[in-house]
């Protein structure tokens, strides 16, 4: 299975954008990127997801590099809310299995 | 309604205890999931139903038994746990086993092992 790398952690000003680097250098061509957010003890959230092409939808941006081997998730204004740990998650096509890399822990500063 | 409940909230237990966790989805997903997380850890992932079958179970440890009565429910059946299984154990559930199903992730059950 595609492995994902992420920072340990980042800080990010409040109302500022934040950006979430993921690299997935040995991603297949049928593997799709998702990003999750965990909010302290509770159950992963669900945020964006992409093959190829940048997504955007109402949490966030998903821009995925052309050779697809890094990735960025983009909250564009962020809040004290959005302070989580954030998971990059490589999946692959014909398995239902979501393998989680160790995230990176964004706090979000005032 | 994108909603999965897990029940109890919070579980403590002795060693010789058994006990169950329960979750549930009303969305008509047909996988669903079992993960463990340590703390500061990611979810790791224990087991997968599709279409109430045991389709994953990855080399999880017979003191952990899974149960799928039906397309809306997942039990976790603990027995004989040690100390080092306390963790908070997550249910998600998705439409299919597609590669582009969105998994939903309930709120985790705190299981403590005395």
């Known amino acids: 299975d595609a492995k994902t790398t992420q920072p340990p952690s980042m800080d990010c000003a409040e109302g500022r954008a934040a950006n979430l680097p993921c690299n997935h250098s040995t991603i297949s061509g049928n593997e799709y990127v998702y990003w999750y957010r965990q909010i302290h003890s509770q159950g992963p959230q669900y945020i964006i997801h992409g093959l190829k092409n940048n997504e955007t939808n109402e949490m966030a941006s998903l821009i995925i590099t052309e050779d697809r081997k890094s990735s960025t998730l983009i909250l564009p204004h962020a809040t004290l809310r959005d302070t989580a740990v954030y998971y990059c998650?490589?999946?692959?096509?014909?398995?239902?299995?979501?393998?989680f890399g160790t995230g990176t822990s964004l706090t979000v500063i005032p | 309604d994108t909603e999965v409940t897990q029940t109890p909230k919070h579980l403590v237990m002795g060693m010789t205890n058994k006990k169950s966790l329960k979750c549930e989805q009303h969305?008509?997903?047909?996988?669903m999931y079992w993960y463990k997380q340590k703390a500061k850890k990611p979810p790791e992932l224990m087991f997968v139903?599709?279409?109430?079958?045991?389709?994953i179970n990855e080399s999880v440890p017979s003191r952990f038994s899974p149960e799928c009565p039906n397309s809306s429910l997942l039990n976790l059946h603990l027995h004989a746990l040690q100390p080092e299984d306390s963790a908070l154990y997550l249910c998600a559930s998705s439409l299919d086993s597609s590669s582009t199903d969105t998994q939903y992730f309930g709120p985790g059950t705190r299981l403590t092992v005395l």
């Open positions: 139903y599709s279409y109430e079958k045991l389709s």
């Open positions: 969305m008509g997903h047909r996988a």
């Open positions: 998650i490589v999946r692959v096509y014909t398995g239902n299995q979501f393998y």
